[in-house]
Nanobody, 123 residues
């Protein structure tokens, strides 16, 4: 089974920075893309940033210029999200997502989610 383990959330003051990390484990053959979504209080889950296996990157307009997504070279099938200039509107539970994961044991591709990590930005 594939698991996504996240780390790095917490409480920070406005203007501060946090770094989120996610590592996918299991009998993984390939992952089409990894990314981060977030869900704020009373809001729908939304895409924050994603990076494909080819290196194509997509950001939500609200985080462009402040957040940077990259592959975690220290961990195979890992991704990090560097978040700078945080503001209270960034407060949310952040979820790691792996899209179209192919494993050695299954012929189909599936998506997986992490358990979520809380990011709280105080004003």
């Amino acid at each position: 089974q594939v698991q996504l383990v996240e780390s790095g959330g917490g409480l920070v003051q406005a203007g501060g920075s946090l770094r989120l990390s996610c590592a996918a484990s299991g009998s993984i053959y390939s992952i089409n893309a990894m990314g981060w979504y977030r869900q704020g209080p009373g809001k729908q889950r939304e895409l924050v940033a994603a990076i494909t296996s080819d290196g194509f990157i997509n950001y939500a307009d609200s985080v462009k210029g402040r957040f940077t997504i990259s592959r975690d070279n220290a961990k195979k099938n890992g991704v990090t999200l560097q978040m700078n200039s945080l503001n209270p509107e960034d407060t949310a539970v952040y979820y790691c997502h792996a899209r179209r994961v192919r494993t050695y044991s299954r012929a189909t591709e599936n998506d997986y989610w992490g358990q979520g990590t809380q990011v709280t930005v105080s004003s």
